[in-house]
């Protein structure tokens, strides 16, 4: 059950209002008798192990003594800041250290690391999956929906023509052929010859 230690980043001291536990809560209690021993033994001598806490100031590693701190009324805890790769991992990993857990506490939290790391594999192996079916670029990502087209309408009728009509110089048919149209009298008429004298 080893595991990459977290690489502590300061050592410094915070006010307990400013610290809240990690969301992880399926650890086992301390017994009646424990916590009334580690609350006189602060009271006494103070928070002798520092708190492991993240830069946001969640309590990986401590929860008991910030208990403990905040019902005698102290405002200010030492601290270690840590940034470990995976947070839920490191809170197990901190409370299999602790010497007060009996041996059926210690297995429980040793099924409970080894439960939790089987689902943190088959998450990462499904998000890989899902990598592989579905990769960058392409607008295929689970939830979306196919592009729906609607059916094409009927046709539309064909526009008018705007040829405009025939003009009365064309030449008209009929049945009996064609013939050209006369043209316009020219103005003013020409004059016609003078007749030619004729010999008397």
């Known amino acids: 059950m080893s595991a990459n230690p977290a690489k502590a980043i300061a050592l410094e001291w915070r006010r307990t209002d400013q610290l809240r536990p990690h969301q992880h809560t399926q650890l086992p209690p301390l017994s009646p008798l424990a916590r009334s021993a580690l609350e006189a033994d602060v009271g006494k001598r103070g ?4 708190l492991e806490i993240t830069a946001d100031g969640i309590v990986l590693n401590g929860r008991e003594r910030l208990a403990a701190a905040k019902r005698l009324g102290l405002e200010q805890v030492p601290v270690r800041i840590v940034n ?7 809170v197990i990993l901190a409370a299999l250290q602790r010497r007060h857990l009996s041996a ?7 099924l409970e ?10 998450a990462d192996e499904r998000r890989r999956q899902n990598l ?7 607008n295929c990502h689970l939830g ?10 009927p046709a539309s009728p064909p526009a008018p023509s705007k040829t405009p009509p025939p003009s009365n110089n064309t030449t008209r048919s009929s049945s009996k052929g064609s013939r050209p149209a006369s ?3 020219t103005w003013p008429p020409a004059k016609s010859a003078a007749p030619s004298a004729t010999p008397s």
């Open 47 to 50: 928070i002798v192990e520092p």
């Open 84 to 90: 470990p790769a995976d947070e839920t991992e490191h």
């Open 104 to 110: 059926s506490q210690r297995a429980a939290l040793a």
């Open 113 to 122: 690391l080894d439960r939790y790391r089987d689902l943190k594999t088959t």
């Open 132 to 138: 592989r079916q579905h990769p960058r670029g392409q």
């Open 144 to 153: 979306a929906r196919p592009e729906t087209r609607s059916p094409p309408g």
């Open 183 to 185: 043209s316009p009298p």
